[in-house]
């Protein structure tokens, strides 16, 4: 959700995007057919695709289709299935991602981290493990660490260049353990993160989320990261500030700030801005999150593009001089 409430806003102002999706989830539809028919989760893929589309709405919704009853297709939505179709016209994965994308008009690329059957593993702090993205979050146990089996998966080769060649890389929003740790414990995702020159801005959850992150705040989630992948992964850390949104009372969460151990992270700078969706506020805002994104990339640009000025001054004064 998380990912493509991104998507949906960044599509404004650039089709020049690319889509590092995960491969570790194992619930719902997408772990059925993950297990019946040994293709990667679709769920995420679809949607990516759906988000970034420019096709007609009833494209769109009839990829969001889910079947609400029938022996064998309860459950399962009409995209998963067409990607798992297309997946076996075309005799591959990424092949069948590319096509699906022509068909939807998709602006930008959706890419997997990586092609390997993952399984996500949890330890906990009472050194209990349990295996399965969909499983982590119902022990409702407090999390030590998470990490893969194979425990070094080849990462997906367009992923690491996209990364290396992008000019502002995102990290979340999504699930801390499930969703965006995925992805970074692909060692060659992680080493290209440290080598890319990118702007890299982690976006912190605006909630809480039951059995998963219960009572963290982004001093937490910034930790969390580093403790799993090292420093030097995260340049900003964008973290919502606006908390006169009541949550939903049924809802087990509560609101994710900034404190003061945040502030003392090394490294990362701290960005606050109001990216909160009034309608939704468990969720990001895809057109606040995508504006303070923005916000920060053009700042960064503008500081940088001083900085060079007065170099060349400096320089042109000393050559003066000499």
Same mark, same amino acid.
């Given at each position: ?24 989830? !194992? ?5 059925? $057919? ?34 609400? /009853? ?44 990586? $092609? ?39 990462? +997906? ?7 290396? /060649? ?21 060692? !060659? ?20 989320? /039951? ?62 801005? !109001? ?21 920060? +990339? ?11 000025? /007065? ?12």
């Amino acid at each position: 959700t998380g990912l493509s409430t991104l998507l949906r806003g960044l599509k404004s102002w650039t089709s020049n995007i690319a889509a590092v999706v995960t491969v570790a989830d !194992d619930g719902g539809s997408s772990g059925r $057919l993950r297990r019946e028919l040994g293709v990667l989760p679709p769920g995420d893929f679809r949607q990516c695709l759906v988000a970034l589309a420019d096709a007609e709405p009833l494209m769109t919704k009839l990829f969001q289709y889910r079947f609400g /009853e029938g022996t064998g297709l309860e459950g399962h939505s009409f995209g998963n299935l067409f990607i798992v179709a297309m997946t076996a016209i075309t005799g591959n994965f990424e092949r069948a991602l590319r096509e699906s994308s022509r068909v939807l008009a998709v602006h930008g690329q959706i890419l997997p981290s990586t $092609l390997a059957n993952l399984t996500l593993v949890a330890e906990f702090e009472d050194q209990d493990r349990v295996s399965g993205e969909s499983q982590i979050s119902k022990t409702h146990k407090a999390i030590k660490r998470v990490f893969l089996q194979p425990a070094r998966p080849t990462a +997906y080769p367009e992923a690491v260049r996209s990364i290396l /060649e992008a000019d502002l890389v995102v990290i979340g929003p999504g699930s801390l353990y499930t969703s965006v740790m995925p992805n970074l414990l692909v060692e !060659d995702i992680a080493r290209a993160l440290k080598a890319s020159s990118a702007l890299k801005v982690y976006v912190c959850n605006v909630a809480t989320q /039951e059995g998963e992150t219960d009572n963290l705040d982004a001093s937490d989630h910034v930790l969390a990261l580093t403790n799993h992948t090292g420093s030097n992964i995260i340049d900003y850390v964008l973290v919502n500030n606006n908390l006169g949104v009541p949550l939903p009372h049924r809802a087990k969460v509560s609101a994710v700030s900034a404190d003061g151990n945040l502030n003392a992270q090394r490294g990362q700078r701290i960005v606050l801005a !109001d990216v909160i969706d009034p309608a939704n506020p468990l969720r990001h805002d895809p057109k606040k999150l995508t504006q303070a994104l923005m916000r920060i +990339y053009y700042e960064r640009a503008q500081v940088k593009e001083e900085s060079a000025a /007065e170099a060349d001054e400096a320089s042109r004064r000393a050559m003066v001089q000499n």
